[in-house]
C-alpha cells in the first residue's frame, strides 16, 4: 500500500507515536527533499535506514507510475517537507494513479498549517475553502482576488514570506481594506507568531518584511441584503452582456441567495 505521512510543521514534539514506528519499519520511503526527510529521521531518534526516493513536482508525474507499481507489492511511505503530503505538496497524481489501478492508499494523521492557522486565527471555522498559493504574479493575482471577492466561506492562503505585502494588498483592493483577516507565522515553532487586523492593516504591517512559513486566513464575504429589483437589474446587464437568461439567472441567484425560478419568471414577464 501507499502510506501518506504526515510530518512535523515545525515542533519536532508533534510528531506522532504512529509516525515514528512507520519510520522505523519502513522499506521504502518517498520524500519531497530526501536530504530534508534523512534529516528528521536523525532527528527523530530513527535508527531504521530506509530506502528514500526524490518525489517532488519536478518529478512525480514521471515517477508516479513505478510507484505505484511497487506499492502493489510493498508498502510505500510518502511524506512532504511538513504537513500532509498531497495538500500543496507533491502526491498527488500518485494517489490518483494508485486509486485508478487499485492499490490501497491510507493516510497517517498528523500536523496541518491549514487547519492549525485556522484554528487560532479567530475566524469562523463552520465552513471555509483552502486555496493554496495565490499566482505570483500580480495581474494573475489580482484577477484570482477579485474572484473570490464575494466568497461567503473563510478563505485560508499559503504564501511566501517575500510576497506576503503584496498578496494582502492585493487581497485589501479586492476585499476591501477592513476583511478581517489574521497572518500565521512559523506555526508551532519558537517564534510563532498570530497577527490579526484589516487587511489594509497587515498590509502595512508586513511592509517591512517578514519572516517564516506564511499561512494567510481571510474572512468571508460579509452578508449583503439585495432588493428583488436590482437582482432583475444585474440579470437584463448580464443578458445585455451576452449571456443566456438561464445561466444569468443562475449566476445571480447564487450571489444573492434569491430564487433562480423566481428571477427567470420577473426577467421573462418583464419582456412583455
Known sequence: MILLAATPIGNLGDASARLRSTFEEATVVAAEDTRHTAQLLRLLG??????????????????????????????????????????????????????????????????????????????PTDRFAFEGFLPRKSGERSRAVRSLAAERRTLVFFE???????????????????RPAAVCRELTKLHEEVRRGGLRELAEWAADGVRGEIVIVVGGAPEVA???????????????????????????????????????????????
Do not use: C
Request: net charge negative.
Open 226 to 272: 439585495v432588493s428583488p429589483e436590482s437582482a432583475l437589474a444585474e440579470v437584463q446587464q448580464r443578458v445585455q452582456a451576452g449571456e443566456r437568461l438561464k445561466d444569468a439567472t443562475r449566476a445571480v441567484a447564487e450571489s444573492t441567495g434569491l430564487s433562480a425560478r423566481d428571477l427567470y419568471a420577473a426577467a421573462l414577464a418583464d419582456r412583455g
Open 46 to 123: 530513527i535508527e531504521n535506514r530506509p530506502e528514500l526516493i526524490a518525489l517532488h513536482d519536478h518529478n512525480e508525474h514521471a515517477r508516479a507510475a513505478a510507484l505505484v507499481e511497487r506499492a502493489a507489492t510493498e508498502d510505500i511511505v510518502l511524506v512532504s517537507d511538513a504537513g500532509m503530503p498531497t495538500v500543496s505538496d507533491p502526491g498527488f497524481r500518485v494517489v490518483q494513479l494508485a486509486a485508478e489501478r487499485g492499490v490501497v492508499v491510507t493516510a497517517i494523521p498528523g500536523p496541518s498549517a491549514m487547519i492549525t492557522a485556522l484554528a487560532v486565527a479567530g475566524l
Open 160 to 178: 511566501a514570506p517575500t510576497r506576503l505585502a503584496s498578496s494582502l494588498s492585493d487581497l485589501a483592493d479586492g476585499f476591501g481594506d477592513e
